[in-house]
Every structure is written in C-alpha cells, then in structure tokens.
C-alpha cells in the first residue's frame, strides 16, 4: 500500500459525459501527479499540482482539468468524455524530502461507452 | 524530451529462473524509477534508484547514470512475479516521469 487513494476504482460512462476522479495523497505530501495509461499512448504525464497550485502541464486535453484542494486532496476532471479517453487513471505524490520519488495510487479504471 | 527504451519487450520464463531487465535513456535522467505493474493494474514501487546499486530480497537494480543505463534483477523468479515492468526518469528541472513502453513478463510454474 503506497499511501496514495484513489476514488472509485472503476467508473462507467456513456459518451458526452462529465466525470470526476479523486486522489488523496500520501500524509503530509504537497505534490501531486496526474497519469493516464492507454493502450496507444502507454503511460504519461497528465498534470501536477504543488500545495494547491499548477506546478507543471503534460499532454492533458483542454476537455480536462484539475485542481488541489486545501487539504491536498485532488480531482481530476474530464468531460465531453470520447472513447479514447477510456483509460487506466494513476494519481502519484511525492514528499517533500532528498528524494524525489513518486509514488503512485491504485489507479481509476475509466471505459467510455 | 527524454526517450526511454526498454529490452525485452517481452520474456517468459519458468519458475526459478534469473533475469535481466535493461533500460536506456537517450540524455541524461533524474530520478529514475522501477515499477511492477501488476495483474491488477496497480503500480507497484520497486525502486528508486538514480545512480549505484540496490538490492531488495529477489530483486536487485544498477543504475550507471554516466552512461544512460538502468538494469533490473530477478533471480529465482516466482509467478507472482509475472506482470509488466516499467522504468522511468524525470530530466532536468522537470518532475514529469517518463516512462518507457513496459517489458511484459511471464513466469510460468
């Protein structure tokens, strides 16, 4: 168990839907990572957030977005939703020491019907 | 940005075996990662290891940082071993990881 939970583990939708998936990291980390895991584009770098603000942007869609909150939790927002965006969802958090390890939760499984 | 290549793409192996995971960087990486993805789809953290050598039960890894490099070691492989693993390295001032296609793996009983 890496710390980090991740909410719902599956979601179903219909195309054209809004969703929302949440992440809480790791007790008292302030980063926060967002990755998505298709099958054509393997894993990759979404967007993360540094004690409730945008630190850095990857290959996110303008249909999607994020936000941290105060109590460091995260949610990660996609609407418009297509197939394509049918995905394995990973939220990682990192701590504040030497080490820049990330560790990552247990992932929101989303299929777009 | 970076690219990461992983070798072999895939390997199946009995119960027992040793193996050898190879990851290459073309520049230069921070940070660098293994991870175990299981059956599951989780995420398993297997090792931090930006430079030198670490061991872990099982499972050991050398990273040469100098020479762009990360292996990964399994000797007496288990069926519970069986997943897909998966390097990655952020590079420069960036915390993006970024991850290689995976090395699929099979230990058969």
């Known amino acids: 168990d890496s710390g980090v939970t991740q909410t719902p583990k599956h979601l179903i939708t219909a195309t054209g839907q809004r969703v929302t998936l949440r992440c809480s990291p790791r007790?008292?980390?302030?980063?926060v990572y967002w990755y998505q895991q298709s099958l054509d584009q393997g894993l990759q770098f979404l967007i993360q957030?540094?004690?409730?603000?945008?630190?850095a942007k990857g290959n996110i869609l303008e249909r999607f977005s994020a936000q941290q909150f105060p109590d460091l939790h995260s949610e990660l927002n996609l609407s418009s939703l297509e197939l394509g965006d049918s995905a394995l969802y990973f939220c990682?958090?990192?701590?504040?020491?030497?080490?820049?390890?990330?560790?990552f939760g247990p992932g929101t499984r989303l299929t777009v019907l | 940005g970076i690219q990461v290549e992983q070798s072999p793409p895939d390997l199946i192996l009995q119960e027992g075996a040793n193996s050898t995971l190879r990851c290459n960087f073309s520049?230069?990486?921070?940070?660098l990662q293994w991870f175990h993805q299981n059956p599951w789809g989780q995420l398993i953290n297997l090792f931090y290891?930006?430079?030198g050598t670490k061991q872990n039960g099982r499972l050991s890894a050398t990273t040469v940082a100098t020479e762009r490099y990360s292996l990964l070691y399994i000797s007496s492989s288990q069926t519970t071993d069986s997943g897909v693993y998966f390097c990655?390295?952020?590079?420069?001032?960036?915390?993006?990881?970024?991850f290689g296609k995976g090395m699929k793996l099979t230990v058969n009983p």
């Open positions: 990682a958090s990192r701590g504040e020491t030497e080490d820049n390890e990330q560790f």
């Open positions: 007790s008292g980390d302030l980063s």
């Open positions: 957030y540094y004690n409730g603000e945008e630190r």
């Open positions: 520049d230069s990486v921070n940070n």
């Open positions: 290891i930006p430079s």
């Open positions: 990655a390295g952020t590079q420069g001032g960036s915390e993006k990881l970024v």
